[in-house]
């Protein structure tokens, strides 16, 4: 503005070329302006500009710390389970070293590669000396193998209960003088009375006894049944005499030295097989006739040559699942799962459906260890005690 009234001071310049003059001026005082202006509104963006990056700046590196922590935290965690990986591989190898793998490995083998041993049959197992630790741990029913422990003791008078028979004894046998060892005394049909004794040496003592001092007391072995062996696969066409016949004619090397007139052979009762025109024949023979049988493993009978086994003399309950009766005499309300324990049938059992492992009602119930059986299963221990008992009946020789 100093140049405009400057210029207007000037006397030798024509009035247009001022008032041209003057005009340019304005325009550029105007321009000056007008850059000032854009000048400051720049700054402020600016400004704003770098307040925005300095807020991103803090958050990201909020973020980043944040990540870092996380991964430290990660970091620490995966150390310590490296840690506790290295003491269990640690301690691994500790045991792997007083196992001696390689040389437990060695015997392993050795055993694999040993024929596999043939199956025992009853009389066989029966005739070894069992392992008493294994016995031991599965609660059953007390039982004795062979026979001999049992004496049955009744009176002479057919009226004396059961009662007057215990009282009588009780008189005649003071176990404590004789120092002799009684397992049981129970009561049986016909006002008998059962005496289990420890051994086949204290029963003959008693025995000796009673015949002694007795007076109306009588002393009985008790009877013993005769082994049973089980054909397989039958054609149900053959009757009970047809299957006898066949084992008198047929099988020639059953017979050799055998009296077949001092053999009895008897067809006790058949199990249903998977084929409907089939059956397996259960028969009660002599112990003669049982360990041919049992040795031979096959029989002949009418046009099959059909596989025979032992059969064992225990009764399972199809219902309860328990042992020494049958479905008829059950006192159980409720049926029992052979898979789990549980109160339904086998064949709608869902733990079985879903694959879940078997759980014996009878081991559970005896509270044994290895419950990890079906109730049928012939690895159970309480099966195995009450085979024992039922076999303890039968005479194998
Ligand atoms: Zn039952
Ligand atoms: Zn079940
Ligand atoms: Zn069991």
Redesign the pocket.
């Known amino acids: 503005m100093g140049a405009k009234s400057e210029l207007e001071s000037l006397k030798n310049i024509s009035k247009e070329v001022k008032e041209s003059v003057i005009l340019k001026l304005q325009d550029i005082s105007e321009l000056a302006l007008r850059l000032d202006e854009s000048r400051s509104r720049y700054v402020v963006e600016l400004e704003r500009e770098k307040a925005r990056r300095a807020a991103e700046l803090e958050a990201a590196e909020k973020r980043f710390n944040r990540i870092n922590q996380e991964n430290l935290d990660r970091y620490s965690k995966m150390e310590n389970k490296m840690e506790k990986l290295l003491a269990e591989v640690a301690s691994t190898k500790e045991m792997l070293g007083q196992m001696r793998v390689p040389e437990a490995l060695a015997e392993i083998r050795k055993v694999v590669a040993r024929p596999a041993p043939r199956i025992m049959n009853y009389a066989e197992a029966a005739a070894k000396p069992k392992t008493a630790a294994a016995a031991a741990k599965t609660p059953g029913p007390s039982t004795r193998l062979g026979t001999g422990h049992t004496l049955i003791v009744a009176s002479k008078f057919e009226n004396h209960t059961a009662e007057h028979v215990i009282t009588k004894l009780r008189g005649v046998v003071d176990a404590r003088e004789m120092g002799v060892a009684v397992d049981r005394m129970r009561k049986a049909r016909g006002q008998k009375v059962v005496l289990s004794c420890s051994s086949v040496e204290d029963a003959k003592k008693i025995e000796e006894r009673l015949k002694i001092r007795g007076a109306d007391l009588k002393v009985a072995k008790p009877e013993m049944r005769l082994p049973t062996v089980i054909i397989r696969d039958v054609l149900r066409v053959n009757s009970d005499e047809d299957i006898v016949r066949s084992l008198r004619t047929q099988n020639r090397h059953l017979s050799e030295g055998l009296d077949w007139d001092k053999v009895r052979a008897r067809v006790c009762y058949r199990r249903r097989a998977r084929n409907d025109l089939e059956c397996h024949p259960v028969l009660e023979v002599s112990p003669e006739l049982y360990h041919r049988l049992i040795k031979a493993g096959f029989v002949y009978v009418g046009l099959q040559r059909r596989p025979v086994w032992d059969q064992s003399p225990l009764v399972q309950c199809s219902r309860c699942l328990g042992y020494g009766h049958g479905k008829r005499f059950c006192k159980e309300v409720s049926e029992r799962c052979a898979h789990c324990g549980g109160e339904h049938t086998g064949i709608t059992c869902r733990a079985r459906k879903d694959g879940e492992p078997p759980k014996?009602?009878?081991?559970?119930k005896?509270g044994?260890e290895?419950?990890a059986?079906?109730?049928f299963?012939s690895?159970?221990?309480?099966?195995a005690k009450w085979d024992d008992m039922a076999r303890s009946k039968v005479a194998y020789c």
């Open positions: 014996c009602v009878n081991c559970t005896a044994c290895d419950t059986h079906g109730a299963s690895e159970c221990g309480v099966r």
